[in-house]
């Protein structure tokens, strides 16, 4: 919504003469209504909150459809959309780095999953295909529909706050992991060490800007590696821990990815679904479950107005 401007004092005294601003404003807030836009209500299982997300304005889409940058700067355009449209009961943030600083992947994925729900009554068009027949069909579902009562596991319970709480995990001797419930700050800073290339490279290969490898790193707060009486300690994700994860024995590399110790930090993650009938009549399983969604990328597909 617009802010109001103050009338200058040499107009203080024409009652009949409002600001055009209030005028969009009121206006603004008619359609809205006339739209049957709504506030979305989400609760948010690690910073423990109930938050009030706003709708998406045409504006705001224009601006992220046609903006040219690197996909961190992009990012932090669309986290600064979500801030804007959030009102949070019981916390508040200094400005978008603190709220990125204390944005972490289970919150930010039902925030923009309410933001999606705020915004659009459908979701993109999908072509889901059925596990049992390979029967296709095209769906285009409302938000809400992503959304089930084991959709969100589990809420923080630890005494710690997130940022404080960390388990580690010796992949073999000598060679610890430590790892830590990350923020969108770390993601943000391994996204701009990447190029746009290599981020649309890994995009196709792997369903996301990034690779398996720096998907793992984000949960990683430190590597300890203890050679005779000296303990070596990497911190830094992007100039230490990806490098040396990166060049690390294969046999290194598969026991550590097959580590489950962060599990315990995933499982906070939502689990979005959409429960499918098969529109096949002879098909023997005609309802299942599908569970490759991502309600950020279906936020941008039906912002972009990219359907596949």
């Known amino acids: 919504m617009l802010d109001e401007i103050p009338v200058p004092a040499a107009a203080q005294n024409v009652a009949a003469v409002e600001p055009k601003e209030t005028e969009v404003q009121r206006a603004l807030?008619?359609?809205?209504?006339?739209?049957?836009?709504?506030e979305v209500e989400i609760d948010l299982p690690i910073l423990r909150t109930k938050v009030y997300v706003q709708p998406v304005n045409g504006s705001e889409e224009l601006r992220?459809?046609?903006?040219?940058?690197?996909?961190?700067?992009?990012?932090?355009?669309?986290?600064?959309?979500?801030?804007?449209?959030?009102?949070?009961?019981?916390?508040?943030?200094?400005?978008?780095?603190?709220?990125?600083?204390?944005?972490?992947?289970?919150?930010?994925?039902?925030?923009?999953?309410?933001?999606l729900d705020a915004t659009f009554s459908k979701l993109?068009?999908?072509?889901?295909k059925c596990p049992t027949c390979g029967t296709s069909d095209t769906h285009s579902p409302e938000?809400?529909?992503?959304?089930?009562?084991?959709?969100?596991?589990?809420t923080w319970e630890h005494k710690e706050e997130y940022n404080e709480y960390e388990i580690s995990s010796e992949i073999?001797?000598?060679?610890?992991?430590?790892?830590?419930?990350?923020?969108?700050?770390?993601?943000?800073k391994i996204l701009e060490a990447k190029e746009n290339a290599q981020m649309r490279?890994?995009?196709?290969?792997?369903?996301?800007?990034?690779?398996?490898?720096?998907?793992?790193?984000?949960?990683?707060?430190?590597?300890?590696?203890?050679?005779?009486?000296?303990?070596?300690?990497?911190?830094?994700?992007?100039?230490q821990i990806i490098p040396t994860m990166n060049k690390m024995p294969l046999e290194l590399q598969a026991k550590l990815l097959e580590d489950t110790t962060l599990e315990e930090f995933v499982e906070y993650t939502p689990k979005f679904y959409l429960n499918i009938h098969c529109s096949n009549l002879a098909c023997e399983k005609p309802d299942f479950k599908w569970d490759k969604v991502d309600p950020e990328q279906d936020f941008f597909l039906k912002a972009l107005s990219v359907y596949n």
């Open 29 to 38: 807030s008619a359609l809205a209504n006339l739209a049957g836009t709504r």
């Open 64 to 115: 992220l459809r046609t903006m040219k940058a690197s996909g961190a700067a992009f990012i932090k355009s669309f986290n600064k959309v979500i801030f804007e449209h959030c009102r949070f009961e019981g916390v508040k943030f200094e400005g978008l780095e603190d709220f990125q600083d204390n944005l972490t992947p289970p919150d930010k994925a039902l925030l923009v999953y309410a933001l």
């Open 124 to 128: 993109p068009e999908k072509m889901i």
């Open 143 to 154: 938000p809400e529909a992503l959304l089930h009562k084991d959709t969100i596991s589990k």
């Open 172 to 188: 073999v001797p000598g060679f610890k992991v430590v790892y830590s419930m990350p923020n969108e700050t770390s993601r943000i």
């Open 201 to 239: 490279e890994d995009l196709e290969e792997y369903g996301d800007v990034l690779n398996a490898m720096e998907l793992f790193a984000v949960y990683v707060k430190r590597l300890e590696i203890t050679e005779g009486d000296e303990v070596h300690i990497l911190d830094n994700k992007v100039e």
